[in-house]
């Protein structure tokens, strides 16, 4: 039996804006082809280009995110992106909690979780990051660091059901330590992570659709090996995704 795969392509800071229209633009035929019934496929191109690569894809059943959202709903926050903004542009989706912001702009859970209220207030998926650090896997705390960062996510939704019951939460697991390295945890360790995030998620006292999806140097050679992972029913890939014949690879192995 096929999984119902969901991809999402990050483009992060890759391509400059006339490098992502002509991306989007060049291989609009070829993006369309790739989806079906068994996949769903996110672009998350920069703030920048959000609104015309929405507007290429308006009319197919290709989906848009953005990359990062604001705590604040308006204000004097120089720099930032409201989740209103994404709300009147017809965003669907917005990653959250990526290891890069958490690192580069110090974002904490709280921060973090403070995103995901935003965004379901608007009607928007977030696209939750989690993961640990290296030194935190040899440690052997990898779930502690996962609890830490799920917690204040699960006393929001357990408050928020009504917000959420038309809402698709993805939870993508990024170990840090594998993102750009090319290496990938071995099948047990992941598929003791996916079942304890699937455990959690389904042991919710208010049920809600939810997707598990990995991240971290996914590419055509290990895609079909992820993909066979009990519980991975997706995946957040960053640069590769950005090679459109790579990408190409990655989903129909994916699917």
């Not at 705590?71 to 669907?92: M, P, R, W, Y």
């Not at 935003?118 to 977030?126: E, V």
């Not at 990051?129 to 440690?139: D, N, P």
Request: aromatic share 12%; with cysteine; net charge neutral.
């Amino acid at each position: 039996m096929k999984k119902n795969f969901t991809i999402i392509s990050n483009w992060k800071m890759y391509l400059d804006t006339i490098e992502e229209l002509k991306f989007a633009t060049i291989n609009y035929d070829n993006f369309i082809k790739l989806t079906n019934s068994e996949n769903k496929i996110i672009l998350c191109p920069s703030f920048l280009s959000l609104n015309s690569i929405n507007q290429i894809f308006k009319s197919t059943d290709i989906f848009i995110g953005a990359q990062n959202c604001s705590t604040h709903l308006n204000g004097n926050f120089t720099g930032q992106i409201s989740v209103e903004s994404f709300n009147k542009l017809g965003i669907k989706y917005s990653i959250i909690g990526h290891s890069e912001t958490r690192r580069e702009f110090k974002e904490s859970n709280i921060d973090i979780a403070n995103k995901f209220s935003r965004l379901i207030d608007f009607g928007i998926s977030p696209i939750l990051c989690i993961g640990e650090e290296l030194e935190e896997k040899k440690a052997g705390k990898t779930l502690d660091v996962l609890t830490k960062q799920l917690d204040p996510i699960f006393k929001i939704m357990e408050n928020s059901y009504n917000k959420l019951n038309h809402l698709e939460l993805l939870i993508a697991y990024e170990p840090v330590w594998s993102i750009g390295s090319g290496i990938i945890p071995d099948q047990d360790y992941l598929e003791n992570i996916f079942s304890w995030l699937h455990k959690n998620f389904s042991g919710l006292r208010n049920k809600i659709v939810f997707t598990l999806l990995y991240g971290g140097s996914v590419n055509a050679e290990n895609a079909k090996f992820l993909k066979n992972i009990k519980n991975i029913n997706g995946f957040l890939i960053g640069k590769s995704s950005l090679d459109f014949q790579e990408f190409e690879k990655i989903v129909k192995y994916g699917i």
